[in-house]
T-cell receptor
């Protein structure tokens, strides 16, 4: 079975531009979460979506937005890019939105560089 | 507030040595879940284990073992007879039932030298 897939793998943008990152969850998983991992740090939670609705949001500015489609794939959008947005963006999928024990399975990430 | 602390930034061992990665967590919840993930140089986080707060039984999986001590809020990870392929960054993470996100520690970089 295919795991979580993300595209693109790498991306280079300049300050002020906008970027869209894409994620396809594991088949049958209805929940998608996005994390930002700055070099040398642990991942930081950005959003969680379940059944196309936002179910959680981390401490990120409004420049960050996301959505989930009927096929459960998801997009993360970042507007007005700043140098500090340079990071590895990880997508994770899980079966449900509950606060229960279901594991989150991560994709390979999109490495965003802002110049 | 939730917090996960991995005090060891980097550990270097020689192959076949045993190594323990420390994890200390903070949460106000009585029900929560603890995780360990491995991040090889490729960047993808690989799930290793999940423990529930109400189950303090330690677990062994091959060369990996985990020691969950609720009294000290610790969830340590031991690799026995380490191998070069174990070289990676290891993250401890916490999720309580009220949140839908994982709170990660800052990670421990393990280098296993041949």
């Amino acid at each position: 079975d295919a795991g979580v897939t993300q595209s693109p793998t790498h991306l280079i943008k300049t300050r002020g531009q906008q970027v869209t990152l894409r994620c396809s969850p594991i088949s049958g998983h209805k929940s998608v979460s996005w994390y930002q991992q700055v070099l040398g740090q642990g991942p930081q939670f950005i959003f969680q979506y379940y059944e196309k609705e936002e179910r959680g949001r981390g401490n990120f500015p409004d420049r960050f937005s996301a959505r989930q489609f009927p096929n459960y794939s998801s997009e993360l959008n970042v507007n007005a890019l700043l140098l500090g947005d340079s990071a590895l963006y990880l997508c994770a999928s899980s079966l449900s939105r509950s606060g229960g024990p279901d594991e989150q399975f991560f994709g390979p990430g999109t490495r965003l560089t802002v110049l | 507030a939730q917090k996960v602390t991995q005090a060891q930034t980097e550990i270097s061992v020689v192959e076949k040595e045993d190594v323990t990665l420390d994890c200390v967590y903070e949460t106000r919840d009585t029900t929560y879940y603890l995780f360990w993930y491995k991040q090889p140089p490729s960047g993808e986080l690989v799930f290793l284990i999940r423990r529930n707060s109400f189950d303090e039984q330690n677990e062994i999986s091959g060369r990996y073992s985990w020691n969950f001590q609720k009294s000290t809020s610790s969830f340590n990870f031991t690799i026995t007879a380490s191998q070069v392929v174990d070289s990676a960054v290891y993250f401890c993470a916490l999720r309580d039932t009220g949140r839908r996100a994982l709170t990660f520690g800052s990670g421990t970089r393990l280098q296993v030298q041949p």
